[in-house]
């Protein structure tokens, strides 16, 4: 039986059964040119170096054995940034070094198989089922051929808390909720768990939630209702429940 956990301080869950993957979401390589773009400057080359270098040190110690990224490695949306062709195949590269990878590409990574070495596993962008539990990017509605699973586990909103007069005001956080299984899979009827993991882009949050750009997810509009909820900090401090939803998506 599968068993997840949330790595403490990381935006990285940890699916455990008969292997251990390590899971993360939306890095967004080559984001450093759109924020250029509005007069935003981060050192070249000093985010691709940093998100190696935390990767590695993640893997060293919980030596995983596959890597399973969730979409949008990159940034740019329908094509490949100068940056990108640079600082993506030099990612795959270091992080192979010390696992296998698997990649289920999200809304922004078009074309990003001209960037990855061979022996990268890339599913569908539909996501990859592991026992009861669906992995995907979030940004499309899963297959009808998933329904039998009972979790789901995305990125792509980039869950953020907003509340001005808070010290987390701005601050990723993870999301877990449950909700009426038929909202996702019409047919299908009981419970269904939704875990969000937060951006691994530390650089993605804002402190005003009008000047932040938010995602769009087909699956968590469906929603109708929420049953339950946690609104867990990157510490594993549970700070809200369900009636906070509407301040972190």
Known sequence: MLKTRIMPLKPIMVLEGGKKNLIITDIHIGFESIFASNEIFIGKNSSINETISELLDVIELEKPDSLILLGD???????????????VPLFFKKIQEKCHITLIP??????????????????STTGMVEENILLTHGHTMPSENFSHVDKIIMGHVHPVFFQEDSLLNGQRVWVTMKTEKQNIFPNKSGDIEITIIPSFNRYFYAAHKK???????????????VSTAKIITLDGTIIGDESMIDQVL
Do not use: C, F, T
């Open 211 to 225: 000047k932040y750009k938010k995602s769009i997810s087909p699956i968590i509009e469906r929603i109708k209702h």
């Open 106 to 123: 999200g809304n922004h990574d078009a074309n990003i198989q001209r960037l990855i070495p061979e022996n990268v596993s890339m599913i």
């Open 73 to 87: 490695v990159k940034s740019s949306i329908k094509n490949i940034s100068k940056s990108e062709w640079d600082d």
